[in-house]
């Protein structure tokens, strides 16, 4: 039986991660914690918690890591990622979030940390095509992978629409937080041999199968094998 995985994947908007997060999720058979698609959950169900992440997402801001740390915590210790594990997509964002989870995970950790790495030139074409389902998080291009029925999920038939902060002054201000927050985390896993870096240019089933390979090489090592 496939054993599972402990994944996170790494890598600036427009890389690819929620598309090979869906799939690696898919093919380890773990479940897909994606912390953008649960905040804008949240956020179309009005709740107050939705209400406060709002005003972060809108404008590409971060939300506050207290905040995102407890929804993460609290979904890492239900029984389907205890025992088999998780895809995280999204997670962490900031050394403080890496450092948490570390803490969260103890005594397993992670199998591996994932960089997908893309020209910041390909990113801002890559996002202005890019469509996502409103219900299951599934990533979709109008350039080069609709959906079959257009305006409808594959995986679900859940509305696919654009992301409100798909615009030009949002993605602008995250792709700064990315090199300012995100990128350091590329030393912090690679000083604790936890990274893989990942060509991200290619089919998304090219570079699933590159992903794969390091992880079950990965996997297979931390088995004893
Ligand atoms: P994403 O779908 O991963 O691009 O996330 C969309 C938005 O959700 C981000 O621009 C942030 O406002 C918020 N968000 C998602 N994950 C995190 C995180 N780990 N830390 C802080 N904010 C986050």
């Known amino acids: 039986m496939n054993p599972g995985a402990r994944l996170l994947i790494l890598g600036k908007q427009g890389a690819g991660k929620g598309t090979q997060a869906v799939r690696l999720s898919r093919h380890y ?5 994606s ?10 169900s009005g709740s107050e918690f939705g209400q406060k ?3 972060y997402l809108d404008v590409g801001e971060l939300v506050p890591d207290e905040l995102v740390i407890g929804m993460v915590r609290e979904r890492l210790t239900r029984s389907d990622t205890s025992h088999r594990g998780f ?10 979030q890496a450092e948490a989870l570390e803490d969260m995970l103890a005594p397993n950790g992670l199998h591996l940390a994932v960089d997908i790495e893309i020209d910041t030139g390909m990113v801002l074409a890559r996002l202005a095509s890019r469509r996502v389902c409103v219900d299951c998080g599934a990533n979709y291009s109008v350039i080069d992978n609709p ?3 257009p305006g409808l999920c594959d995986v679900c038939g859940g509305e696919v629409v654009q992301r409100d902060d798909d615009t030009e002054g949002a993605i602008r201000r995250r792709l700064e937080l990315y090199d300012r927050e995100t990128a350091p985390l590329i030393a912090w896993y690679a000083e604790r041999q936890l990274l893989t ?6 089919t998304p089933d090219e ?5 794969v390979l390091e992880v079950d090489r990965r996997i297979l090592r931390s088995a004893g094998g």
């Open 35 to 44: 912390t953008g698609d649960t905040f804008r959950q949240a956020v179309r």
């Open 197 to 202: 870096r990942i060509d991200g240019l290619g």
């Open 207 to 211: 570079v699933t199968e590159r992903i």
């Open 87 to 96: 895809v995280l997509d999204g997670f962490p964002r900031t050394v403080p």
């Open 29 to 33: 058979v773990v479940p897909h914690i």
């Open 53 to 55: 992440a709002k005003q």
């Open 147 to 149: 959906p079959r029925v």
